[in-house]
T-cell receptor
């Protein structure tokens, strides 16, 4: 498709289980971000990938969170041993290159519910 | 992480009314951005501001980059039902952060009564 694609759109899991969220960026976009949106909150930065550079992981809230970007394209965000406070919308956004936040394109997000 | 102070948290207005929302920060930003998020969708950029004092319009939307670089407002004139959604301000590139990161406000939920 033409836009940023995220899957699944909704995920319900039990506390303690691992989940994997996927983001397919717009073709050719080298910058990829993961943000978390909790109910009534703004978007919280999690991680940033740019080309082949080392990712900026400074926003990951704990070591249960990790993310990969294979071949500079598809990215997966993994949450291990999920907790109820992990429930949120996880948004992926991509851009064409450096310092182009004004042209960030967001996916529709994955709504994660941890029971 | 750092967040912007965005107000009001929510607004309920009649169709045709004008609305105004604003964001303030204790830090200076080089760019201010305003996004709109429809239910079940990701945010979409409405307006980007690059210079202190800049006033920019996009249709019925007008936004300004505060002269101190620590605040911005968004006005919507003659609201229509499709203006319903959550509006976020975002700052980019402050002295203590990285240029590629956006700091978001908590959003303003706008409801328009037809």
């Amino acid at each position: 498709g033409a836009g940023v694609s995220q899957s699944p759109s909704n995920k319900v899991t039990e506390k303690g289980k691992d989940v994997e969220l996927r983001c397919d960026p717009i073709s050719g976009h080298t910058a990829l971000y993961w943000y978390r949106q909790s109910l009534g909150q703004g978007l919280e930065f999690l991680i940033y990938f740019q080309g082949n550079s080392a990712p900026d992981k400074s926003g990951l809230p704990s070591d249960r969170f990790s993310a990969e970007r294979t071949g500079g394209s598809v990215s997966t965000l993994t949450i291990q041993r999920t907790q109820q406070e992990d429930s949120a919308v996880y948004l992926c956004a991509t851009a064409t290159g450096y310092l182009t936040n004004e042209k960030l394109f967001f996916g529709s997000g994955t709504q994660l519910s941890v029971l | 992480g750092q967040q912007l102070n965005q107000s009001p948290q929510s607004m309920f207005i009649q169709e045709g009314e004008d609305v105004s929302m604003n964001c303030t920060s204790s830090s200076i930003f080089n760019t201010w951005l305003w996004y709109k998020q429809d239910p079940g969708e990701g945010p979409v950029l409405l307006i980007a501001l690059y210079k202190a004092g800049e006033l920019t319009s996009n249709g019925r939307l007008t936004a300004q980059f505060g002269i101190t670089r620590k605040d911005s407002f968004l006005n919507i004139s003659a609201s229509i039902p499709s203006d319903v959604g959550i509006y976020f301000c975002a700052g980019q590139g402050n002295s203590g952060g990285s240029n590629y990161k956006l700091t978001f406000g908590k959003g303003t939920l706008l409801t328009v009564n037809p």
